[in-house]
């Protein structure tokens, strides 16, 4: 069965910290994963990668992927209080379904 | 453009009635996924939908959950005799061909409460 296990389940942070998401997986078919940040309901795109050691950038998010230990990690800097949100990470196996990881959620205090 | 949208929002059901939620993908996304998000847990994958192709439907919890999509466009997922367990976030998405490199974009959602 495939897993996805994203760790920590929740995290605190004080405005300008710098925070660490991981995810973890084991699929039978991996072809990308996914990072989606999720407020209220519906989640929003962040970034897609395939390939291990290339570092995908946007604004104060980075997220890479390590294809041979079957791990990413989501770093976002200079925390935000509107960076407070569930982090969501997905992989898919195949061409169309993607497992979920529970996700993590992030509060950022003023 | 208009993104995906569905409806309704918000949907309080009695036990045992049934329920038809809708999903309006992005014009021209020849995908459209349908996932459940319980409270406190991740995604999970319901039904998938490729163009005229047979959909997947090996997510679909039991054989009270149906879904349908007319003209390769709008999909509707039915829940019949709907039990409490049901109550949870309905979420669609679609994307451009069904690729894993596709990006998915999500619909707001439709929550379910099943008292």
């Known amino acids: 069965e495939d897993k996805v296990v994203q760790s920590p389940l929740s995290l605190v942070v004080h405005e300008g910290d710098t925070v660490t998401l991981n995810c973890s997986y084991e699929v039978t078919n991996f072809r990308s994963l996914l990072w989606y940040k999720q407020e209220k309901k519906a989640p929003t795109f962040l970034f897609m990668l395939?390939?291990?050691?290339i570092e995908k950038k946007s604004g104060r998010l980075s997220s890479i992927l390590d294809k041979k230990e079957l791990f990413s990690i989501l770093n976002i800097t200079a925390t935000q209080t509107g960076d407070s949100a569930v982090y969501l990470c997905a992989v898919g196996p195949n061409d169309y379904k993607l497992s979920f990881g529970a996700g993590t959620t992030v509060t950022v205090r003023a | 453009g208009a993104g995906v949208s569905q409806s309704p929002s918000n949907k309080v059901t009695e036990k045992g009635k049934d329920v038809e939620l809708r999903c309006d993908p992005i014009?021209?996304?020849?995908?459209l996924y349908w996932y459940r998000q319980s409270l406190g847990q991740g995604l999970e994958f319901l039904i998938y939908f490729q163009g005229n192709s047979a959909p997947d439907k090996s997510g679909l919890p039991s054989d009270r959950f149906s879904a349908e999509r007319t003209g390769g466009s709008v999909s509707t997922l039915t829940i019949q005799r709907t039990q409490q367990e049901d109550s949870a976030v309905y979420l669609c998405a679609s994307s451009l061909a069904g690729l894993a490199t596709d990006t998915q974009y999500f619909g707001p959602g439709t929550r379910l409460t099943v008292l």
């Open positions: 395939t390939s291990s050691g």
């Open positions: 014009s021209g996304h020849t995908a």
